[in-house]
C-alpha cells in the first residue's frame, strides 16, 4: 500500500504538481526507510536533496571596501582638457596670423567648392522631397479607394 502511494507521488513529482508536504514525504521515505528494489534508482536524488540542505559555505567573503577616488580623476580630467583648449587656441591664433596670400587663396577656393556641393546636394534632396509629395497623395487616393483610415 506505501508503494503504490510512494509511486503516485513519484508520478506527480516528475510532474511538478507534488506539493511541498508531498515531497517532505518523499524525501522522508527514500533517506530513511527501506526502498523498493524499483524505485532504488530515485534514491540518489532525494538523497542528494537532503544533503545539499546541510551544505553550508564555511569560507569568508572578502569585501572590496577600498573607495575610489573618481572625484580627483575628473578634476584632473578638466585641467587636462583646459589646458589643451587654451594651447589649441593659442597656437590657431598665432599661426592665422601668418598666413599667406596663397594659403588664404586656397582656403576661399575650398570654401566655394563645399558650397557648390552642398548646393548639388540640396537640389537633389528638393528632387527627392518633391517625389515624396507625389507619394503622399498616392497612398491617400489608394486609402479612398480602399476605405482606410488615413493615418
Known amino acids: 500500500m506505501e508503494s503504490i502511494k510512494i509511486e503516485q507521488l513519484i ?9 511541498l ?7 522522508d521515505y527514500f533517506v530513511n526507510s527501506k526502498v ?3 524505485l532504488e534508482e530515485y534514491r540518489a536524488l532525494f538523497g542528494y536533496f537532503a ?12 569585501l572590496n571596501t ?17 589646458f589643451s583648449v587654451y594651447t589649441g587656441y593659442n597656437s590657431f591664433n598665432s599661426s592665422s596670423d601668418e598666413l599667406t596670400s596663397l594659403e588664404m587663396a586656397e582656403a576661399q577656393q575650398a570654401l566655394e567648392d563645399t558650397q557648390k556641393a552642398f548646393q548639388l546636394l540640396s537640389n537633389n534632396m528638393n528632387k527627392g522631397t518633391a517625389a515624396m509629395a507625389y507619394l503622399g497623395e498616392y497612398q491617400a487616393t489608394t486609402n479612398k479607394i480602399f476605405k482606410q483610415p488615413v493615418k
Open 51 to 62: 544533503e545539499s540542505k546541510n551544505e553550508r559555505y564555511t569560507k569568508t567573503i572578502q
Open 36 to 38: 523498493a528494489p524499483h
Open 11 to 19: 508520478e506527480k513529482y516528475l510532474d511538478a504538481e507534488t506539493t
Open 66 to 82: 577600498q573607495k575610489k577616488h573618481w572625484k580627483w580623476l575628473s578634476v584632473a580630467a578638466s585641467v587636462v582638457l583646459l
Open 21 to 27: 508536504q508531498e515531497e517532505a514525504v518523499l524525501q
